[in-house]
């Protein structure tokens, strides 16, 4: 995985959303979506370096932070603005819409 996206878990999720852009993705490493997934959002990160902040939190290791946001099928992707949900992606989304997505938010 790219150094450019940073793994949470339940200790570091609050603090990593709080301040700022993030793009979260809900993901497991059973899921074939998901890893179609991953180079799009290493490419997503590279992109917005500096700008927002891309992560991932793998489900099966943090199931709560899964249940507090009604993940129900992965890859869910959430976007964040200090702190607060702006939008959320279900399925695989493509560069382009990440990337519109993350510089509506940055502006």
């Given at each position: 995985?790219?150094?450019?996206i ?18 979260v993705?809900f993901?497991a490493s059973?899921?074939?979506?998901c890893?179609?997934?991953?180079p799009?959002?290493?490419?997503v990160?590279g992109r ?8 991932k939190v ?7 932070l ?6 129900q099928?992965?890859?869910?992707l959430l ?6 949900q702006v939008?959320e ?11 519109s ?5 940055a502006?």
């Amino acid at each position: 995985m790219s150094q450019s996206i940073q793994q949470l878990d339940t200790g570091s999720f609050d603090t990593t959303i709080k301040q700022g852009v993030v793009l979260v993705d809900f993901w497991a490493s059973w899921c074939g979506p998901c890893r179609m997934q991953l180079p799009i959002l290493e490419e997503v990160a590279g992109r917005v370096a500096g700008k927002a902040t891309v992560a991932k939190v793998n489900v099966d290791e943090a199931p709560e932070l899964a249940g507090r946001f009604g993940i129900q099928s992965i890859p869910t992707l959430l976007l964040f603005k200090d702190g607060k949900q702006v939008k959320e992606f279900v399925g695989t989304q493509s560069r382009a819409v990440l990337m519109s997505a993350i510089e509506n938010i940055a502006k």
